[in-house]
């Protein structure tokens, strides 16, 4: 007989319910987030109009390792007028995903500002960001180099840990790299804020 404690962590571990993420959709409104949510959901193009208050799906998706995880998306209206609920829906979320348009040069600056504020609430300190560069399949999209200097990823703080990721979300391409980063970064959070509590 191993120890009781041991047998019970790996009984946990293997429940699905732990392998469930809250995860909060977020950008400007036309970046692409519900097209990126249907392209996860349904693996096809959904033509969508803009999200007036909120969408929510559950998925499972399949990573790399054949793991299969289930992400609980919410993906956020992203017109002006909507933008001050983002608080109240990132609240408890295990991730954010930030969706830009990468053609969108214009409002990068507006992108940044709404980036910066969402990772500076007090409850975010820490939730890994998965910025979801999208649209890159477009002639003039900027590349990520660009972007992650007019996002200012750098001064992002030091405690939020992030991932640029290239995608055409209608085609597809790239989400699952993403999500998959995403994943390793909830996981590296959740076992650092366990070892925290084991010190206290």
């Given at each position: 007989m191993g120890n009781g404690l041991s047998d019970q962590t790996s009984i946990l571990s293997s429940l699905p319910s732990f392998q469930s993420f809250h995860i909060v959709i977020l950008g400007l409104?036309?970046?692409?987030k519900t097209t990126v949510l249907y392209r996860l959901q349904f693996n096809e193009f959904v033509n969508t109009v803009p999200t007036k208050g909120f969408n929510t799906e559950k998925i499972k998706v399949t990573l790399g390792n054949s793991k299969t995880v289930t992400f609980h998306f919410w993906d956020v209206g992203g017109q002006e007028?909507?933008?001050?609920?983002?608080?109240s829906y990132t609240r408890c979320t295990d991730g954010i995903v930030f969706?830009?348009?990468?053609?969108?040069?214009?409002?990068?600056?507006?992108?940044?500002t709404e980036l910066h504020k969402i990772t500076r609430i007090s409850e975010n300190q820490g939730v890994p960001v998965l910025i979801?560069?999208?649209k890159q399949d477009l002639r003039n999209s900027l590349s990520l180099t660009e972007i992650e200097k007019l996002l200012a990823m750098g001064e992002l703080s030091s405690s939020t840990p992030w991932h640029l990721q290239p995608t055409c979300a209608i085609i597809g391409d790239g989400l699952k790299e993403g999500l998959e980063k995403l994943h390793d970064m909830i996981i590296k959070r959740r076992k650092m804020l366990r070892q925290q509590k084991k010190k206290r």
């Open positions: 409104d036309c970046a692409g007028k909507l933008r001050p609920l983002w608080k969706v830009v348009d990468s053609v969108d040069v214009e409002r990068m600056e507006e992108a940044k979801v560069a999208n």
